[in-house]
């Protein structure tokens, strides 16, 4: 071809083109369907927006084979179950206006289409305004058959062999268990969102949630999480001009190493917002434990106008309009319902309890820090009265000690092979030894540094498969969220061989029947909440080692020895001696520093004498 000027042109084919349409849907489908729970989360909400006031989830292998969700609601009629399916096709906005006033749970038009474009689909759905329902057959976003169907007002929607025509993502699916256990996190969420709706779970036939409808958050929070839940925790309560907050955030002495749960919604629709997570965790401040986190379930209503939900395609994130006064308000309400904290907080951990998780040498006699610590006015804790004598067997040996003292190896088992004397001095704070170790000042972390000695001394026992267990004289009822029971009896194998038994005993409910004979008494229920959390990192492809090591860590924090726990000299000497028998390791399991160490040198420097 010749321009005007008569150059020659060479014609090329160009490289942008137009993708095809079944292309672009499972393109968006990789955005909003990345695995079973996103189906179902999508589902229900289209459920609730519908006006459902009682919604079925049934799932089977974990969502793997099929998924289907019943309603109540309104139903739709032909023509609109037709053009569900058609991308951007919605009832909830007429123009880009209603995106300020964004009421719904879904909006954008692109589940449906997204769900259907990489599964295969079956709805029934039958409206009020018709005297005959609908029954609708789509694979891969296509339409194969429209017929009438004899149906309740409502809507049926069945989606299986989901990613069959993509299969680069059903690869990376995980086990049954593990996208069930996140299907039930989705349901739980929804459930707390909205109470006044009867929200119901079953997998492979069985009954797993079953929440009735109720008047108040705290029920349906009650029935979520249970009752020893909200007995750990302050109410939160606060009303602004265009805000109003409510619900639950757990006590500073009961927070734990897990996260979960920290649920929030705002307007009904359960999102993630570092902003409000931050403003919790600095109304806590200081009285919140290095390596704990707080619990909390949170309710954030506001004006639509101060709040975008539109900028993430699975509408988990959202923005504010102002957002330093929602942090501001967050963070004082949460304050406001914890009140004056403890100038101790740990002091649950110093009861009689926590006496037992250390061999008391002389129990009864009061120590010179008590007295002290009396004298300057600080709380004066009761000792308790000498415990009878008991004897118990260990590897075939018997080992005699107090009634609550913990059975605990012997000190020859690590040999231990100290070159410095130890000179105990006294305690601060009943948080911190103070001792002479060879020709050092060393302050010394109590916590961290019994927990360093006991997870050593579990680590060994695993790797020789020898972790001496004890079963409980009464075994000790443990109910756990949906999620959180599934992760548990799947893993109880590997508990067990870390010298935990716990058997199910209902759908949530369990029972603790043997733990680890060193760890003494404890908190064992709150222990399994916690390892539960560990658990949920299994799934990783580690090492068995390393996904252990997090397990044991947490043994070994929950049965240490607790600040605030008063401790006399020999208790004190013996507990450094331990430390240094494990060859002075400076941070514990998670990293905390164990101790501050100065040397004659460093001291003549500090006076001058250098």
Known sequence: MATMDGTRVTSQRGKIHVLPSDVVSRIAAGEVVARPAAVVKELVENSLDAGARAISVDIRDGGLRSIRVTDDGEGMCRS???????????????????????????FRGEALPSIASVSKILLVTASRAEPTGTQLSLSGGTVDKVENAAAPNGTRIEVSELFFNTPARQKFLKTVT???????????????????????????????????????????????????????????????????????????????????????????????????????????????????????????????????????????????????????????????????????????????????????????????????DRRAGFPNEERPAEPAQVAFQLNGRELSGGAGDVIREAPGEYAPDIQRDVVPLGQVRRTFLVAQVGCELQVVDQHTAHERVLFERLRRAWAACDIATQPLLIPEPLELPAHAAVLLQRHGAELEKLGIVVEPFGKQAFVIREIPAMLGRLDYAALVQDLVDDLAQWSLPTALETRVQPILATLACHAAVRAGRPMDLPEIKQLIEDWGAEGFPMTCPHGRRVALRLSMEELAKIFSRA
Do not use: W
């Open 178 to 372: 593990t996208e069930f256990s996140h299907i039930s996190q989705v349901v739980q969420h929804v459930s707390l969102a909205r109470p006044d709706v009867h929200i119901r779970l079953r997998h492979n036939t069985q009954d797993v949630l079953d929440f009735p409808a109720v008047a108040e958050r705290r029920e349906r929070v009650l029935q979520v999480y249970r009752r020893q839940f909200l007995d750990q925790c302050r109410e939160v309560h606060a009303q602004r001009d265009h805000l109003a907050l409510e619900g639950f955030v757990v006590d500073p002495v009961h927070s734990r190493t897990g996260r979960a749960p920290q649920d929030l919604f705002i307007n009904r629709r359960p999102v993630k917002s570092p902003t409000i997570t931050h403003a919790v965790y600095e109304a806590y401040g200081s009285f919140l434990p290095k390596g704990r986190h707080p619990q909390f379930v949170l309710f954030l209503d506001l004006e639509t106008d101060l709040v975008d939900v539109n900028v993430h395609p699975t509408k988990r994130e959202v923005r504010f309009l102002n957002q330093e006064l929602v942090y501001r308000e967050v963070r004082h309400a949460v304050r406001e319902a914890l009140g004056p904290p403890s100038s101790e907080p740990y002091l649950h951990a110093a009861s009689s309890l926590d006496r037992e998780h250390f061999p008391q040498l002389r129990p009864g006699r009061p120590t010179a820090g008590a007295e002290r």
């Open 80 to 106: 609109d179950a037709l053009l569900a399916f058609d991308r951007h096709a919605t009832s909830k906005l007429r123009s880009d206006q209603d995106l300020r006033l964004i009421r719904t749970m879904g």
